[in-house]
């Protein structure tokens, strides 16, 4: 039986704040230490009224204008990016 390894960090990749607008879709990627630990990372929104996340991809869509964090969880440890949405262009 193989022991699970766990995670010790997990860092979301780009700038710590994500300018998006309303509609758009962008992919986060995030990575994590060791390489060979033995998690799924699970992706989530604080407001998704304002943007919402898919939970396994870490595709984010703009809904609204607003600012959010988004949250990435890799077993014990997390890591956050703060998105904010501006509006359209008319």
Partial sequence: VKCPINATSVTISGPEVVQMKVGQAKELSASFLPSNATVELVWNSLYTDVATVDAE?????????????IKVVAGLVEDTVTVNVLPADK
């Fill in 57 to 69: 991809t870490g595709i984010v869509t703009a809904v609204a204008e607003g600012t959010t964090t």
